[in-house]
């Protein structure tokens, strides 16, 4: 028989338990932009997929706008819309 918390330890289940709303946005240099990322907001909410940023933020439009204004200051170019 599984746990009834099993499902708070897979990824999904992690995932679930964090809230917010996910961006996946695409940088010229993502690793730089996620360590800026990270050291600005609590290091959980960005995450690097290759060349993809996913990013959990609390509101969805302001949080893409606040995100991609804090990149685009920092000189990033993006690579897909």
Do not use: Y
């Not at 992690?14 to 996946?24: A, F, N, P, Y």
Request: aromatic share 6%; net charge positive; proline share 5%.
């Amino acid at each position: 028989m599984v746990p009834a918390n099993w499902c708070r330890r897979t990824p999904q289940g992690v995932k679930s338990q964090q809230g917010g709303h996910l961006i996946e946005l695409s940088v010229d240099q993502p690793q730089r932009a996620a360590d800026l990322l990270r050291s600005r907001e609590d290091k959980w909410r960005v995450s690097l997929f290759g060349d993809r940023l996913h990013v959990i933020t609390t509101g969805l439009r302001t949080g893409k706008r606040d995100t991609i204004a804090q990149l685009d200051a920092a000189g990033f170019r993006f690579t897909r819309p």
